[in-house]
């Protein structure tokens, strides 16, 4: 990856760039399992299929920190860690995916957006699946980020808050 698509990743798309892009959240659970979510069948782009929350990118936003709003606004589950899955072209739209860890198989609060949930195995997606999640869950690191953002939550903290923090 060349330093200015490098840069553009981290530091999110540039105002020109921002409409090309959409991202999306496999939220995960210690269990191992995802959440699946169900889109309206009136959605545009993926309607009736399973996938994750998802959707623009605010001005001066990065794609991971979009991702984890993105999460919380759909499902109203708190995301960390959110680790980068890969990106697919869906309608003419770049969808960067990332996997975020959560502390419990919470119910999500669905909105307009989504008619059904279901936590579920990676490898046993809800079939219709999400074009931009397809491909993604068949692939082997893919699988093995997710099951890394599973043990999030499974370890106790090995480490100490730098001295700065109790200030």
């Not at 840069?7 to 090309?20: I, K, S």
Request: glycine content about 8%; proline content about 8%.
């Amino acid at each position: 990856m060349d330093i200015a698509k490098r840069a553009n990743f981290l530091f999110g798309p540039t105002a020109d760039e921002r409409d090309e892009f959409r991202v999306s959240m496999v939220i995960v659970a210690p269990s191992g399992k995802c959440l699946a979510l169900k889109r309206s069948p009136n959605k545009k782009t993926g309607g009736g299929t399973w996938g994750g929350p998802g959707g623009h990118i605010d001005p001066l936003e990065n794609f991971a920190i979009a991702a984890v709003r993105e999460a919380f606004e759909e499902t109203g589950i708190t995301v960390t860690n959110p680790r980068f899955l890969g990106c697919q072209i869906v309608d003419g739209k770049k969808y960067v995916t990332f996997a975020g860890s959560t502390n419990a198989e919470h119910t999500p609060q669905l909105d307009a957006e989504h008619t059904a949930y279901k936590w579920v195995k990676p490898d046993n997606w809800p079939q219709k699946i999400f074009p931009g999640f397809a491909p993604l869950l068949k692939e082997a690191k893919v699988l093995a980020i997710i099951k890394e953002a599973a043990s999030v939550f499974k370890k106790p903290a090995t480490h100490s808050a730098p001295a700065y923090a109790h200030v």
